[in-house]
């Protein structure tokens, strides 16, 4: 078989089928464009055989900015596998014709992220150089490769790495100075240890975890309405990393810390992990659940708390499964239904908590002690109750019937509305004809209701007007005028004319000055009654008018005879009350013991004292969590902890729901069981979930988390796709290290400081990063580690020591996040003006950790630097170099106020230009400065100015580079 046919076989074939086939296939393919034959691919002319670089598939699969056209919605080729299809065309593109692909099996396990924990044997290896478990691993790689490791970096390229990557900021000079000087022997250990404790480590690292649980302070979406309170899960994740708080601890807290942690404030404000990503305010508060809108916004809300949890903690794309079962991995639809079933009940809202775990047990025993009190008065009224006997019993129900009835009739028709005027002044009139004359005893003017521009009640009626009846012979007669003076509006009462058996056919109303509206006047009027006695006889009357606004059902003239009116029958339904309630009071005294008011009395006072008490505790702290209690906000509504019925949905449709889904998990084995009792409560739901999680035996959990740390320390993980792995992913290039540093972490306390010293420490770790050209046409993305991969520090390392060596660092930590842009608050969203912030305000020069992240305008600044994308689970940030960067560095009003204060600082520090050209490369590169270069800048800052040279220097590589 000839080397390109095996090529292709072993591993173009390979790469085909896992990362393109399911959408490439011969059923109905993507773009028409199929890889399941050589016939079929070569039709689409997509490959020049022989020639890579002309074939438009090396251009659709190569990333540009980090991103790839293909695979789509999927992470880009690892470099390796892009290296294996150029060399495949570029041999010709051989593809034999008995070779038809297939997708990948998910009918099984057999996949080596699914395969149990076991603790490899530690590879036996001789050379002095593998002193650590870590590197003999790594060298075993490397003797089996051909390659052989790098010598170390120097002491000032190893201190100035390990401190950006533990603690993210730049070390002083002194720092530097005497690490280099230092000659302990166990100096770089107790350098590890010092920037382990350090604050700084927790800010550092809580990033790195932050980007992948898509934290940001607003909701995205439409309105990217504000999360004021979304900073303390922030700070937990910080607090959490600096404690060292074991791993499985810290996962059940941000599933169920709530139940399994009672009391514990960590165990609420790490419910802010499911809380994190983004909320479709619009889908919640503005549409009802039970509408098609609000339906997918619930949908795609659980899928987001799904697949953050699956793909943070177990490193698997379960999303993938919403519409169809997975085609690449074990996992079902009916399985990826079963974990929203587990979020079911859960909603994103504030939720209070106490900080002092005694105060939080306080409270509870308070809040259960009043419960407790209500029970006790509730079986006494019972049993008063049940002594009034039948009397009780009528006159309670009677009272119940009116009170269904006090309040206002909340009808359509609103009433007469005259047509619109531009002066107050305008004379309108409305008319009531009988069809017989009658001896009227009173005439009620009833006033409307209705909230055009919140006017409510006494919406439209007449400022000034008069009353006047005609009798059978048209004789006019006036019985109110009200033309002198403005008359105040009655709002809810009616305005009632006594008229002592005058004879009337007709009233008429006119209104000499109206009522304002917005910008213009109206005459409304919700019913014109014509009283005998106590009967209304007008109603169902002809009305005529001067002129009407005819806007069935709500506003026409035949309305204000309709006997419909906003207060109708309250006045009568209040005094009906007041006798029945006064009925009751008697027939309760009497029934009433002298023990059963005493137990009352008893209860009243204990409940008076327990209140007192809790008013009198510390105020409760607030986090945007995971909530299933929570004040109401329009069509958003707390489930109270019941959870919602879900459904397994055909292609994902919520118009199409299929089989009650069963709340569970994925199973990791073929004969795993994985669902839960579907009788579980929400709570003991997600104590399933956690406790699945944080299994010992959990072959995907502690894999996953090794892999993202050793990741952050190297720059790519020992599986290069952090978030997924499965066949879609990358396969593990030192699997059996991999296994080796899960089962470390799992049975040695679970400890990331630990672990943390164990990579450091290792001489894998300490390499130089110098290349080797022969070591590199065999591993040119050195994926076997033979050297230190050189990388860039992040956005926020960039501007925390742009603030560190200027001098303006604000150390402090925790708290609302800060502002780095000017904040406008409209109805419908706020305005996050970046362009009009001053960045040499105070407030601003804390840690980047702590800014406020707004989803929907990122900011620019840090966006330029390749910052984390907060709408989507970020586990390996774009590095790029482009020459916006260098503009962004050099010019943008951020780096003009820190030149201006790195100057300030080093006027402070040195007397003369030399010394401070000498303190400011120091300062920013950690080294000494040589002659000509001291030379070089002196001349530079003369002819420019110490500002513009410390612009200058903000866009060095070797600030910008760790090494």
Excluded at 409 to 421: F, I, K, N, R, T
Aim: with cysteine; glycine share 6%.
């Amino acid at each position: 078989m000839s080397k390109p046919v095996s090529h292709f076989r072993d591993r173009v074939a390979t790469i085909f089928s896992q990362r393109c086939l399911s959408c490439h296939g011969n059923e109905s393919p993507e773009g028409d464009f199929s890889l399941q034959d050589a016939s079929s691919f070569f039709a689409g002319g997509h490959v020049e055989c022989g020639d890579a670089d002309a074939s438009h598939l090396m251009d659709l699969i190569t990333p540009k900015d980090g991103h790839a056209e293909m695979p789509q919605d999927a992470d880009p080729l690892d470099p390796s596998d892009l290296n294996a299809i150029r060399q495949w065309i570029d041999d010709g593109a051989i593809w034999p014709a008995d070779v038809v692909l297939q997708e990948a099996s998910v009918s099984d396990f057999d996949w080596w992220s699914y395969q149990p924990l076991v603790r490899p044997e530690v590879p036996v290896i001789s050379d002095p150089w593998a002193s650590s478990p870590i590197d003999r691993f790594i060298l075993k790689k490397l003797n089996e490769e051909g390659l052989s490791p790098s010598p170390p970096a120097d002491r000032r390229t190893l201190i100035r790495r390990l401190t950006f990557d533990l603690i993210g900021l730049p070390p002083t000079p002194h720092e530097v100075a005497d690490f280099v000087a230092d000659p302990d022997p166990l100096a770089y250990e107790k350098l590890v240890d010092r920037l382990l404790e350090s604050k700084h480590y927790g800010e550092r690292w809580a990033r790195h975890w932050l980007d992948v649980v898509k934290y940001a302070d607003s909701n995205g979406y439409d309105k990217d309405k504000l999360r004021p309170n979304a900073w303390p899960y922030r700070d937990y994740v910080i607090r959490s990393l600096n404690e060292d708080k074991p791993y499985g601890r810290f996962v059940q807290e941000q599933i169920a810390g709530d139940v399994l942690f009672p009391g514990e404030p960590d165990g609420i404000v790490g419910l802010g992990f499911i809380a994190a990503g983004p909320w479709d305010f619009i889908g919640h508060v503005e549409v009802s659940e039970s509408k098609q809108d609000g339906k997918v916004a619930r949908n795609l809300d659980r899928d987001d708390m799904v697949s953050g949890a699956l793909n943070t903690f177990c490193s698997v794309t379960v999303q993938c499964a919403r519409c169809h079962n997975h085609k690449f991995d074990p996992i079902t639809q009916q399985q990826y239904y079963g974990l929203q079933a587990v979020f079911a009940a859960l909603d994103r809202a504030d939720r209070r908590f106490d900080i002092d775990p005694n105060i939080a047990d306080e409270r509870k025993i308070l809040n259960e002690r009043l419960t407790d009190l209500k029970t006790q008065r509730s079986e006494l009224e019972k049993r008063i109750e049940q002594a009034g006997g039948a009397e009780l019993t009528c006159v309670n129900q009677q009272i119940a019937g009116l009170r269904s009835n006090s309040k206002a009739v909340a009808y359509p028709e609103h009433g007469y509305h005259s047509e619109l005027a531009s002066s107050p002044d305008s004379e309108k009139w409305v008319e009531v004809q009988l069809d017989a004359q009658v001896s009227a005893s009173r005439i009620v003017l009833r006033p409307c209701n209705d909230n055009f521009n919140n006017i409510g009640a006494g919406f439209g009626f007449p400022v000034r007007f008069k009353v006047e009846t005609a009798n059978d012979a048209g004789v006019w007669t006036t019985i109110a005028d009200k033309t002198n003076a403005d008359f105040p509006n009655p709002r809810h009462d009616g305005v009632e004319f006594a008229l002592s058996g005058q004879h009337v056919r007709r009233v008429r109303v006119t209104a000499t000055r109206l009522a304002e509206r917005k910008a213009d006047y109206i005459f409304a009027l919700a019913e014109l009654q014509i009283l005998v006695g106590d009967e209304h006889v007008g109603v169902g009357a002809k009305v005529v008018a001067k002129d009407s606004i005819e806007a069935p059902v709500r506003w026409q003239r035949q309305n204000l005879t309709d006997n419909k009116w906003p207060e109708k029958n309250e006045a009568e339904t209040t005094r009906s009350l007041a006798e029945a309630e006064r009925r009751r009071d008697e027939v309760l005294r009497a029934v009433t013991t002298p023990e059963m008011s005493q137990q009352r009395k008893d209860i009243d006072t204990e409940e008076t004292l327990v209140r007192q008490r809790l008013d009198e505790l510390p105020p409760q702290q607030i986090v945007y969590a995971a909530a299933t209690d929570f004040a109401p906000q329009g069509n958003f509504k707390p489930t109270g902890g019941v959870p919602r019925e879900v459904f397994v949905l055909h292609r994902g449709e919520v118009s199409l729901p299929g089989e009650r889904a069963v709340p569970g998990v994925i199973p990791l084995a073929d004969l795993d069981r994985w669902q839960f009792d579907s009788e579980l409560d929400e709570s003991q739901r997600r104590v399933q979930l956690a406790e699945w999680l944080t299994d010992r035996q959990h072959p995907l959990v502690w894999r996953s988390i090794v892999n993202r740390i050793w990741q952050y320390h190297f720059g790519e993980g020992i599986v290069a796709t952090p978030n997924d792995f499965g066949r879609m992913g990358a396969e593990p290039t030192h699997p059996k290290l991999l296994d080796w540093l899960a089962v470390e972490f799992r049975d040695e306390g679970q400890s990331w400081k630990r672990l943390h010293r164990l990579i450091v420490t290792s001489n894998t770790y300490k390499q130089s990063s110098a290349t080797h050209p022969e070591h590199s046409a065999i591993d040119g993305g050195n994926r076997f580690l033979w050297r230190a991969n050189r990388r860039r520090l992040s956005a926020e390392e960039i501007r925390d020591s742009v603030l560190s060596v200027s001098g303006t660092l604000d150390r402090r930590m925790g708290g609302p996040g800060f502002y780095l842009f000017e904040l406008e608050k409209t109805a419908h969203s706020p305005h996050f003006q970046y362009h009009k912030f001053d960045p040499a305000d105070r407030e601003s020069h804390r840690r980047s950790v702590y800014r406020f992240i707004a989803r929907s305008q990122p900011n620019p600044f840090l966006t330029t630097l390749d910052c984390a994308d907060s709408s989507q689970s970020t586990p390996r940030r774009n590095e790029t170099l482009t020459s916006l960067q260098a503009l962004s560095l050099m010019n943008n009003k951020f780096s003009l106020a820190m030149a201006e204060e790195f100057a300030k600082r080093l006027d402070a520090e040195r007397p003369d230009l030399t010394a401070k050209v000498e303190l400011a490369v120091e300062l920013l590169l950690q080294r000494k400065p040589s002659d000509s270069e001291v030379s070089e800048l002196v001349d530079y800052a003369q002819e420019h100015g110490l500002e513009n040279m410390c612009r200058f220097l903000f866009n060095l590589s070797e600030f910008v580079f760790v090494d």
